[in-house]
């Protein structure tokens, strides 16, 4: 990455000496990917609109430069979609964790997919609530063979069948361990024109002490050239054949080329809102 | 004779009488022919099918003080058969309910399509019977059972004297069926002049030359409407640049969702309904953060359901303006009844403090009017703006002329920073000013970053803890309220002079009601000041204690059980309130009101409950 274009997205944003990841968290090479993405899109800061989810992951938005938008926990794809709504030529990208997204926020997550506005959502999945200190996620128990359960400790929520069954139109995987892919899926998911899902595995180094670097490393495996990833029947086939070899699929998984109706930019600030004829509105309550 | 003033009931079973359509018909063909409409007090069923409903229109020619007393002088009962909620009464329900208050000489007409109803108390007050076999009617003789509505409607013409030669109501028809052909209009037009019919023999039968009542158009009528508070306040709303809104299916706001979607998108804008009340409102303030003028809509429990989001856009310092349809409460209360119990959820609602703006409309013109303003507010000071209706506001219609809807009134202008502006220096989203208002960036200006965070922040947008910049901030955020009461707040409005009598405050749908019960009162001469709040928070204390000391007593009249305006002008002018309060889903009646009154004024009541089984509860406290 030239120094030049990577300084844009180092102005405007928490200094790396102050970035609060432990040593050896995978956002960190979330953040790296995120940026080489951005500059392979050669996006600037002022057309991107970063919207954090409540956790470690959401910080993330503060790291690089860009707008941004920080609201509730489990609100950052509903808020994403209202922005991308309001103006089409925003690129708009969700970044949020696990619990974020699959727990408080499962009901942006199933109702977004079915939406499919044309937003990127990156995942970093690593099955607890850092922040909090650990705490089970939805997708904690990943690899874990599911033997009895408990109400308290249910089996594993996996976003990407979840997104699939709700209509999301690409759904990729990939490992912060391989930043390469990651930015390749990333640029892939923000061109995609729908609502785009990239669960990117990154590990927790302090919380999760089962799925580790080493242990993705032995259990991620790329989606065979073979794949053809328009075909939902074939995506459901590959993801139950990486289940029974008990392999983590990394790569597009679906990408469905729906056709979406062009958005129109809703009056901005750069227009100046303008006068109305309000006779249609009256015409029907005379 | 009375002419053109008439208290009209129209009743029946809910969905299966179509007695909207009846009160429909009659607000937009009299607002045509010039008359005043108020259909403020709608009687509905929280079920879609099969309970009892029913719709009082006050029609004048002048405007109407409010919506009167329970008094009506025509009771239209539209039941033709067993209402399932009361299967003990067959076609009578609507007589059952409501024949009480039909005044001595009044006119009941109902649907004898199953038999006669018993009248002979009602006859003995000198109430005029009609019985019309209207569905019969329909049914048999024009084989459509829709068309009875317009049977009765016909024959509600005929008993008032109104349209004999169907000029206005074949107009409406044809504006409405004219596209499907003739035959519908025709047969409607028939199914009216069959209600005629109906009645000219009653009244040759029983040998009555009229009914003491009459409807006369208005030489040269002014182009009118007949509009719900919903309807006016998307009108308001788009005129004042609001090009996103989102909502969620719920009584009594989803008509402004629905009027929204079927509007905005023809002013460039779009309308959205949310998958649940938190993505509505989040979507809203995403559209907003990313520049579109926002509004959403709801009622009780969803803006219960939506408290977490307050604080987001208090803190990031996103506009939005948030309407509030009240109903009755708590959780899911009654949902068609109508109620004032909110007003303490959007002053303090949400954890920590938020800067918050609270707006009340008071009649449907002013939902028009008002919202003009909350849209502004927001813009300028980049917090919540609260615009609290309440069901009888949303679902209630009234004759409105077009005078006032076409004004022209030009749009908010936008607060937001040029390009220009945001190079002259490092653009910081939470600049710190004197005002503690900080220039917008919308995102896509090209030259700054902005870095909108719901997290304590500092003046770029950056995550802190650091305590002067926190307190820099809080008080930068509460600075815009300061700066608000100075600049925009409004005083209530002011009925009559201050400082001689009682002083009556309310705030919301019941000043037709408090302005009614001051006149009556001032017939027997007894001074009455009607203080009545639009501006609701921040508390404008500056403005309001001058108008309310000077005064002997404060009567505060609020929907709600425990009096939350009163509690709030207590604690922010130290001065003693009492209370007259309803809550059992019914509008204030002047004449509860002026009764309130005597008792607060003569018996020295802390606090007057109406509408339960015992019409007035009094208490008197010691310490008041």
Same mark, same amino acid.
């Given at each position: 990455?030239?120094?030049?274009?990577?300084?844009?997205?180092?102005?405007?944003?928490?200094?790396r000496?102050?970035?609060?990841?432990?040593?050896?968290?995978?956002?960190f090479?979330?953040l790296n990917a995120?940026?080489a993405?951005?500059?392979?899109?050669?996006l600037?800061?002022?057309?991107?609109?970063?919207?954090?989810?409540?956790?470690?992951?959401?910080?993330?938005?503060? #790291?690089?430069?860009?707008?941004?938008f920080?609201?509730?926990?489990?609100?950052?794809?509903?808020?994403a979609?209202?922005?991308?709504m309001?103006?089409?030529?925003?690129?708009?990208?969700? !970044?949020?964790g696990?619990?974020?997204?699959?727990a408080?926020?499962?009901?942006?997550?199933v109702?977004?997919?079915?939406?499919d506005?044309?937003?990127?959502?990156?995942i970093?999945d690593?099955?607890?609530?850092?922040?909090?200190?650990?705490?089970?996620?939805?997708?904690a128990?990943?690899?874990?063979?599911?033997?009895?359960?408990?109400?308290?400790?249910?089996?594993?929520?996996?976003? &990407?069948?979840?997104a !699939?069954?709700c209509?999301a139109?690409?759904?990729?995987?990939?490992?912060?361990?391989?930043?390469?892919h990651t930015?390749?899926?990333?640029?892939?998911?923000?061109?995609?024109?729908?609502?785009?899902?990239?669960?990117?595995?990154?590990?927790?180094?302090?919380?999760?002490?089962?799925?580790?670097?080493d242990w993705?490393?032995?259990?991620?495996?790329?989606?065979?050239?073979?794949?053809?990833p328009?075909?939902e029947?074939?995506?459901?086939? !590959?993801?139950?054949?990486?289940?029974?070899r008990d392999?983590?699929?990394?790569g597009?998984?679906?990408?469905?080329?729906?056709?979406?109706?062009?958005?129109?930019?809703?009056?901005? +600030?750069?227009?100046?809102?303008?006068?109305?004829?309000?006779?249609? @509105?009256?015409q029907?309550?005379? | 004779?009375?002419?053109n003033r008439?208290? !009209?009931? %129209?009743?029946?079973?809910?969905?299966?009488?179509? &007695?909207?359509?009846i009160?429909?018909?009659?607000?937009?063909?009299?607002?045509?022919?010039?008359?005043q409409? @108020?259909?403020?007090?709608?009687?509905?069923?929280?079920t879609?099918?099969g309970?009892? =409903?029913?719709?009082?229109l006050?029609?004048?020619d002048?405007?109407?003080?409010?919506?009167?007393?329970?008094?009506?002088d025509i009771?239209?009962?539209?039941? #033709?058969?067993?209402?399932?909620?009361?299967?003990?009464?067959?076609?009578r329900?609507?007589i059952?309910?409501?024949?009480?208050n039909?005044?001595?000489?009044?006119?009941?007409?109902?649907?004898?399509?199953?038999?006669?109803v018993? %009248?002979?108390?009602?006859?003995?007050r000198?109430?005029?019977?009609?019985?019309?076999?209207?569905?019969?009617?329909?049914?048999?003789?024009?084989?459509k059972? $829709?068309?009875?509505?317009?049977?009765?409607?016909?024959?509600l013409?005929?008993?008032?004297?109104f349209?004999?030669d169907?000029?206005?109501?074949?107009?409406l028809l044809?504006?409405r069926f004219?596209?499907k052909?003739?035959?519908?209009?025709?047969?409607?037009?028939?199914?009216?002049?069959?209600?005629?019919a109906?009645?000219e023999s &009653?009244?040759?039968?029983?040998?009555?030359p009229?009914?003491g009542?009459?409807l006369?158009?208005v030489?040269?009528?002014?182009?009118? %409407?007949?509009?719900?508070?919903?309807?006016?306040?998307?009108?308001?709303?788009?005129?004042?640049?609001?090009?996103? #809104?989102?909502?969620?299916?719920?009584?009594?706001?989803? +008509?402004?969702?629905?009027?929204?979607?079927?509007?905005?998108?023809?002013?460039?804008g779009?309308?959205? =309904?949310?998958?649940n009340?938190?993505?509505?409102?989040?979507?809203?303030?995403?559209?907003?953060a990313?520049g579109? &003028?926002? @509004?959403?809509?709801t009622s009780?429990?969803?803006?219960?359901?939506?408290?977490?989001?307050?604080?987001?856009?208090g803190?990031?310092?996103?506009?939005? $303006?948030?309407?509030?349809?009240?109903?009755?409460?708590p959780?899911?209360?009654?949902?068609t009844?109508?109620?004032?119990?909110?007003?303490?959820?959007v002053?303090g609602?949400g954890?920590?403090?938020?800067?918050r703006?609270?707006?009340?409309?008071?009649?449907i013109?002013?939902?028009?009017?008002?919202?003009?303003?909350?849209?502004?507010?927001?813009?300028?000071y980049?917090?919540?703006?609260?615009?609290?209706?309440?069901?009888?506001?949303?679902?209630?219609?009234?004759?409105?002329p077009?005078?006032l809807?076409?004004?022209?009134?030009?749009?908010?202008?936008?607060q937001v920073?040029?390009?220009?502006?945001?190079?002259?220096?490092?653009?910081?989203?939470?600049r710190?000013?004197?005002?503690?208002? +900080?220039?917008?960036?919308?995102p896509g200006?090209?030259?700054?970053v902005?870095?909108?965070?719901?997290?304590?922040?500092?003046?770029?947008?950056?995550?802190?803890?650091?305590?002067?910049?926190? $307190?820099?901030?809080?008080?930068?955020?509460?600075?815009?309220?300061a700066?608000?009461? =100075?600049?925009?707040?409004?005083?209530?409005?002011v009925?009559g002079t201050?400082?001689?009598?009682?002083?009556?405050?309310?705030?919301?749908?019941?000043?037709?009601?408090?302005?009614?019960a001051?006149?009556r009162?001032?017939?027997?001469?007894?001074s009455?000041?009607?203080?009545?709040?639009?501006?609701l928070w921040p508390?404008?204390?500056?403005l309001v204690?001058?108008?309310?000391?000077?005064?002997?007593r404060?009567?505060?009249?609020?929907?709600?059980?425990?009096?939350?305006?009163?509690?709030?002008?207590?604690a922010?002018?130290?001065?003693?309130?009492?209370? $007259?309060?309803?809550y059992n889903?019914?509008?204030? #009646?002047?004449?509860?009101?002026?009764?309130?009154?005597?008792e607060?004024?003569?018996?020295?009541?802390?606090?007057?409950r109406?509408?339960?089984k015992?019409?007035? @509860?009094?208490?008197?406290?010691s310490?008041?």
């Amino acid at each position: 990455m030239p120094d030049a274009v990577k300084s844009i997205w180092e102005q405007n944003a928490t200094p790396r000496h102050r970035i609060q990841w432990c040593p050896g968290c995978g956002d960190f090479a979330v953040l790296n990917a995120l940026k080489a993405a951005l500059t392979t899109l050669e996006l600037t800061p002022s057309e991107v609109l970063l919207v954090g989810g409540i956790g470690c992951s959401g910080q993330i938005r503060n #790291y690089l430069n860009g707008n941004s938008f920080y609201g509730t926990h489990g609100g950052a794809l509903a808020y994403a979609l209202g922005a991308k709504m309001a103006n089409p030529e925003l690129t708009v990208i969700a !970044l949020a964790g696990d619990g974020d997204t699959l727990a408080i926020g499962v009901e942006n997550f199933v109702h977004i997919s079915r939406r499919d506005p044309d937003i990127t959502l990156l995942i970093m999945d690593n099955g607890v609530y850092g922040l909090t200190k650990g705490q089970d996620s939805p997708s904690a128990g990943l690899g874990k063979p599911v033997g009895v359960s408990v109400e308290e400790h249910p089996p594993m929520l996996d976003p &990407v069948k979840l997104a !699939l069954t709700c209509g999301a139109t690409f759904v990729a995987q990939s490992f912060s361990g391989d930043p390469k892919h990651t930015t390749e899926m990333l640029v892939e998911a923000v061109r995609h024109k729908g609502f785009a899902l990239v669960n990117d595995f990154s590990p927790c180094v302090t919380y999760n002490k089962f799925n580790t670097y080493d242990w993705f490393r032995a259990h991620c495996e790329p989606v065979p050239a073979s794949h053809d990833p328009a075909g939902e029947d074939a995506a459901w086939d !590959l993801i139950r054949d990486f289940e029974r070899r008990d392999k983590l699929p990394t790569g597009v998984i679906y990408r469905h080329p729906r056709t979406k109706a062009p958005a129109k930019r809703l009056p901005m +600030s750069t227009t100046e809102l303008e006068k109305v004829d309000l006779e249609p @509105m009256l015409q029907g309550l005379r | 004779m009375k002419v053109n003033r008439m208290k !009209l009931l %129209v009743g029946g079973v809910q969905l299966r009488d179509g &007695v909207s359509t009846i009160t429909d018909l009659f607000g937009r063909i009299l607002s045509r022919a010039g008359l005043q409409v @108020m259909g403020l007090e709608r009687g509905f069923a929280s079920t879609i099918y099969g309970a009892h =409903q029913y719709d009082p229109l006050v029609i004048t020619d002048g405007p109407a003080l409010s919506w009167g007393d329970e008094a009506i002088d025509i009771l239209v009962g539209l039941d #033709y058969d067993v209402n399932p909620d009361v299967p003990e009464q067959p076609n009578r329900d609507t007589i059952l309910r409501h024949g009480r208050n039909l005044v001595d000489g009044g006119v009941l007409l109902y649907d004898s399509s199953t038999g006669p109803v018993p %009248v002979e108390k009602l006859e003995a007050r000198g109430v005029r019977v009609f019985p019309i076999p209207a569905r019969q009617i329909a049914q048999r003789d024009l084989k459509k059972e $829709v068309v009875k509505n317009v049977v009765m409607t016909g024959a509600l013409f005929r008993l008032l004297e109104f349209d004999s030669d169907e000029r206005w109501l074949r107009r409406l028809l044809e504006e409405r069926f004219g596209r499907k052909g003739p035959e519908l209009v025709n047969l409607n037009l028939e199914a009216a002049r069959r209600g005629r019919a109906a009645v000219e023999s &009653v009244l040759t039968e029983r040998g009555w030359p009229g009914i003491g009542y009459r409807l006369t158009p208005v030489p040269q009528p002014a182009p009118a %409407v007949y509009i719900a508070g919903n309807e006016a306040l998307v009108i308001g709303a788009i005129e004042a640049g609001v090009r996103f #809104y989102a909502g969620y299916p719920i009584t009594p706001a989803s +008509s402004i969702l629905e009027f929204m979607e079927r509007h905005v998108p023809r002013y460039g804008g779009r309308a959205l =309904q949310g998958s649940n009340e938190r993505e509505s409102i989040r979507a809203a303030l995403g559209a907003s953060a990313a520049g579109a &003028v926002s @509004m959403i809509g709801t009622s009780g429990p969803g803006l219960s359901l939506k408290v977490e989001e307050f604080g987001v856009s208090g803190v990031t310092e996103t506009p939005l $303006v948030i309407v509030d349809a009240m109903r009755a409460g708590p959780s899911t209360g009654m949902p068609t009844k109508s109620e004032q119990g909110d007003l303490f959820l959007v002053t303090g609602g949400g954890h920590g403090e938020i800067p918050r703006i609270v707006l009340a409309p008071s009649t449907i013109e002013e939902c028009y009017s008002l919202i003009h303003e909350a849209v502004r507010l927001a813009e300028i000071y980049q917090c919540p703006v609260f615009f609290l209706t309440d069901l009888n506001l949303s679902e209630g219609r009234i004759t409105v002329p077009e005078s006032l809807l076409r004004a022209g009134r030009p749009p908010v202008k936008r607060q937001v920073a040029t390009e220009d502006q945001v190079r002259e220096e490092r653009y910081l989203r939470y600049r710190v000013t004197d005002t503690g208002i +900080s220039p917008r960036l919308i995102p896509g200006t090209r030259g700054g970053v902005s870095k909108m965070n719901s997290t304590e922040h500092d003046e770029f947008g950056f995550v802190t803890t650091d305590p002067a910049k926190r $307190v820099a901030m809080m008080d930068k955020r509460m600075r815009k309220m300061a700066t608000y009461l =100075q600049r925009d707040a409004r005083p209530p409005q002011v009925y009559g002079t201050v400082g001689k009598g009682l002083v009556l405050v309310g705030w919301g749908s019941t000043k037709p009601a408090l302005l009614e019960a001051q006149q009556r009162l001032k017939a027997e001469g007894l001074s009455v000041t009607v203080v009545h709040f639009t501006h609701l928070w921040p508390f404008p204390t500056h403005l309001v204690k001058p108008l309310l000391v000077a005064g002997e007593r404060v009567i505060v009249c609020e929907h709600n059980y425990m009096g939350q305006l009163a509690e709030i002008i207590q604690a922010h002018c130290l001065i003693p309130t009492r209370r $007259v309060l309803k809550y059992n889903g019914r509008p204030f #009646y002047p004449s509860e009101v002026v009764r309130a009154v005597h008792e607060v004024a003569r018996n020295g009541a802390t606090a007057v409950r109406l509408g339960g089984k015992e019409p007035v @509860m009094v208490e008197v406290s010691s310490d008041a």
